[in-house]
């Protein structure tokens, strides 16, 4: 009997020590960032989230004496991006390697939030030997990390360079040793669709349908990336219409990107082109409208279509580096044409920058590091193109409007 109290003890002590060195493999690091900015703008501009979100200059406004009341400077200084993250790994599910992300920053998820705590990413990753699932708010598909433009100001080079940060589910399989095919299903939070009632994720949620992408990625030699994505998303405006019955119309919009990474000793050139409808979630111009008004009282939606193209080229060694971003938007107009009403006015037009014809961008930046510290300068000069929206969504006697942002960075990584 002692001899079996013996056993037992034994195994008892084991199976702690076993589950101990089991938790020891797990690991938990913190890391981040604390980001101070501040701005110099020659015009006033469209922004977001304290400015720190620079879009393209604002439109000229005029007084009863003729005085441009847009043509203005503003300064400003912000701390929002400051950033803080924890990792996960160590730990084996299902015969996976498996690690976890929670990240947040201080942007808040709406302009009236800046300066809240906001959930950036917080996803689960599980990684077999050619398959990989990712499960949790991450990165859209349209967003790729070794594509994107490397540029100072907050936002990864908006509206040129796309942004977008989703629930969803992603699977990727290793098809070789350069090339990975992944299949996503999505839904909207932060950002979201736009329509009747502004921004909402309600308009995706109605819709009761995911979003979908197809991504391939591969490396064509050593230091070179290219890849391609496809995607389809479906939103629901409304669900009473005109007449105050129930209706069920809904919108579909497909998107593509394709991109090139070049990478070599001391520099990095990365190119990307975007095309889409409906890309007022991606923080691009763009969006969509209504085309009909059915004769009980349902609305008929239409694309508004864009086009965008990066260019983001920076040396990548030494304590001090520099970068030239370039940027170009088009507005591409309406797959049909959007409908009036009696009064000659649009029925809806649901749209970032429907007034636009196009956009560019010039950005050069020059870093200074020491460590984990960074002190930054960059130069941004936008240029749009306002003019009147037509029938078919093109607009037309643009003219252009340009602004200049002098921008210092400083930031400290963790």
Not at 182 to 200: C, H, I, N, Q, V
Request: with cysteine.
């Amino acid at each position: 009997m002692k001899n079996r109290y013996l056993i037992c003890m034994v195994a008892l002590i084991l199976t702690g020590i076993s589950a101990k060195a089991q938790e020891k493999k797990v690991s938990v690091k913190l890391s981040g960032f604390v980001a101070a900015e501040s701005y110099f703008d020659t015009r006033k501009t469209v922004n977001s989230r304290e400015c720190a979100i620079l879009l393209y200059p604002a439109n000229k406004s005029f007084d009863s004496e003729g005085n441009d009341l847009n043509d203005r400077s503003e300064f400003f200084m912000t701390t929002v991006q400051s950033r803080l993250r924890a990792t996960v790994a160590g730990f084996e599910a299902f015969g996976a390697q498996g690690s976890a992300v929670i990240e947040g920053d201080f942007v808040g998820t709406s302009n009236d939030k800046t300066g809240l705590f906001r959930l950036r990413h917080a996803f689960i990753k599980l990684d077999w030997e050619k398959d990989q699932l990712i499960a949790g708010k991450f990165w859209h598909p349209m967003f790729v990390p070794s594509a994107y433009p490397h540029v100072l100001h907050w936002g990864a080079g908006l509206p040129f360079g796309l942004l977008n940060r989703a629930p969803q589910l992603r699977y990727t399989r290793k098809l070789n040793t350069n090339t990975t095919l992944s299949f996503t299903a999505l839904s909207e939070m932060d950002f979201k669709s736009t329509g009747p009632d502004g921004a909402s994720e309600k308009y995706a949620q109605q819709a009761s349908i995911p979003e979908f992408t197809a991504q391939v990625k591969t490396n064509l030699t050593k230091g070179v990336e290219a890849g391609f994505t496809a995607g389809y998303k479906t939103i629901m405006p409304l669900t009473v219409n005109s007449n105050g019955v129930k209706t069920d119309e809904k919108l579909g919009s497909y998107y593509f990107n394709t991109w090139l990474g070049m990478t070599g000793k001391k520099l990095k050139w990365n190119l990307q082109g975007i095309y889409g409808q409906n890309m007022y979630n991606f923080v691009m111009i763009g969006g969509y409208g209504v085309k009909n008004v059915k004769a009980n009282g349902d609305y008929e939606y239409t694309n508004i279509s864009t086009m965008n193209l990066t260019s983001d080229l920076f040396t990548t060694t030494g304590n001090v580096r520099y970068g030239l971003n370039l940027g170009y938007s088009k507005n591409l107009g309406a797959e049909d044409d959007l409908a009036k009403g009696s009064d000659d006015k649009f029925i809806g037009v649901y749209s970032r920058g429907s007034n636009i014809d196009y956009l560019y961008q010039i950005s050069p930046r020059i870093e200074f590091l020491s460590g984990k510290m960074k002190f930054g300068g960059e130069i941004i000069y936008t240029g749009a193109a306002y003019g009147t929206t037509q029938i078919d969504g093109t607009v037309a006697d643009a003219d252009l409007v340009s602004s200049t942002r002098l921008l210092l960075h400083v930031k400290y990584s963790f």
